[in-house]
């Protein structure tokens, strides 16, 4: 369960912002690596505190999005609220911060599962989030490894807040910038010292 739902909300998080960062024109794409230890890498092109290049994850199976186009993008606290449908399960993200926290791929399982892979985690990440996904597109995974994830988030990761050495998950809402069509929802892993005082402000950055 997400700890935006609790009371406290505003003095446990800090000032991480009930409102999207960034306004549209800013730019991101995203690609593909075999190699990488996550879904997508993504290059954000901003002026702002966000340019670079990070670690990410596919947040929403049933919407495509192009490899290797920039496309404007808002970006979202996945501690704020969000607009509705940006994600199916928003009330689960404290629990996807956690699994993006523990780096899964390529430890070992400790119930001798084998070697968690990407697909494993964002195989997770969609369970978490999703009312619908196919694993086709993933590559190698397990699904014992996936239950395996799925539930020790849900044990240990209600109510996770990232420390300022974590990462925190921004969300990237794209749209294309000839017809607007918006794109797959694209959950980035930025370090949380990024922000001053290690919180994600409440304005545009």
């Given at each position: 369960m997400n700890l935006r739902?609790?009371?406290?909300?505003?003095?446990?998080?800090?000032?991480?912002?009930?409102?999207?960062f960034a306004d549209s024109g800013r730019m991101a794409s995203v690609v593909k690596n075999p190699l990488s230890s996550s879904y997508f890498d993504v290059t954000i092109k901003d002026s702002g505190l966000l340019e670079g290049s990070y670690k990410g994850w596919c947040g929403d199976w049933s919407t495509a999005i192009g490899e290797g186009i920039l496309y404007d993008v808002k970006y979202y606290s996945s501690y704020s609220e969000l607009p509705?449908?940006?994600?199916d399960h928003p009330e689960n993200l404290d629990e996807v911060n956690?699994?993006?926290?523990?780096?899964f791929v390529k430890k070992s399982s400790p119930t001798g599962l084998g070697v968690y892979t990407r697909g494993d985690v964002q195989l997770a990440i969609?369970?978490?989030?999703?009312?619908?996904?196919?694993?086709s597109t993933v590559g190698p995974f397990s699904q014992a490894r996936v239950?395996?994830?799925v539930l020790s988030a849900t044990q240990e990761g209600s109510g996770y807040m990232p420390k300022c050495r974590d990462q925190i998950?921004?969300?990237?809402?794209?749209t294309d910038p000839q017809t607007g069509a918006h794109q797959q929802t694209v959950i980035t892993e930025v370090?949380?010292?990024?922000?001053?005082?290690c919180s994600v402000p409440d304005d545009a950055l």
């Amino acid at each position: 369960m997400n700890l935006r739902q609790s009371t406290g909300f505003g003095l446990l998080f800090l000032g991480l912002s009930l409102t999207s960062f960034a306004d549209s024109g800013r730019m991101a794409s995203v690609v593909k690596n075999p190699l990488s230890s996550s879904y997508f890498d993504v290059t954000i092109k901003d002026s702002g505190l966000l340019e670079g290049s990070y670690k990410g994850w596919c947040g929403d199976w049933s919407t495509a999005i192009g490899e290797g186009i920039l496309y404007d993008v808002k970006y979202y606290s996945s501690y704020s609220e969000l607009p509705e449908g940006l994600v199916d399960h928003p009330e689960n993200l404290d629990e996807v911060n956690w699994i993006i926290n523990k780096k899964f791929v390529k430890k070992s399982s400790p119930t001798g599962l084998g070697v968690y892979t990407r697909g494993d985690v964002q195989l997770a990440i969609w369970t978490m989030l999703d009312d619908s996904f196919d694993a086709s597109t993933v590559g190698p995974f397990s699904q014992a490894r996936v239950n395996e994830i799925v539930l020790s988030a849900t044990q240990e990761g209600s109510g996770y807040m990232p420390k300022c050495r974590d990462q925190i998950g921004i969300i990237l809402d794209p749209t294309d910038p000839q017809t607007g069509a918006h794109q797959q929802t694209v959950i980035t892993e930025v370090p949380r010292k990024h922000f001053p005082k290690c919180s994600v402000p409440d304005d545009a950055l």
